[in-house]
């Protein structure tokens, strides 16, 4: 799934990354502990959070992550803001609870980060 089909499923709002609109992403991963994000493969994925902190950056980046998603509306401080531009993450900010972006990326066709659906 493109980026921008991704943004459109999730009704979310592009909060960096306007240059990746073409990405393709095929897992996602849903959590709010970066630990579990570690635990489990997750080169080229979507993370869904509710953190909206520099950890989660950074954590993502090192997990391999290629975008995150912030669930329930929220936007980052800038500091998030300027290390995702900086290290080239795509941010977005989606409308839903996590519980329903999962589900919304699922009937796209999203997978779990194991690679089953």
Do not use: W, Y
Not at 22 to 27: F, H
Request: hydrophobic share 45%; glycine share 12%.
């Amino acid at each position: 799934m493109k980026l921008t089909e991704i943004a459109r499923a999730l009704d979310a709002t592009l909060l960096v990354g306007e240059d990746q609109l073409g990405i393709d992403i095929t897992r996602c991963g849903a959590s709010d502990l970066m630990s579990d994000i570690l635990a489990g493969p997750s080169e080229g994925s979507l993370l869904l959070t509710g953190l909206t902190t520099v950890q989660v950056i950074r954590t993502a980046s090192i997990a391999g992550v290629s975008v995150i998603v912030f669930v329930r509306g929220k936007t980052a401080p800038t500091e998030v803001l300027e290390l995702a531009r900086a290290g080239g993450m795509p941010l977005m900010s989606a409308p839903h609870s996590m519980f329903v972006s999962c589900g919304r990326l699922h009937a796209h066709g999203l997978s779990g980060l194991n690679g089953h659906r």
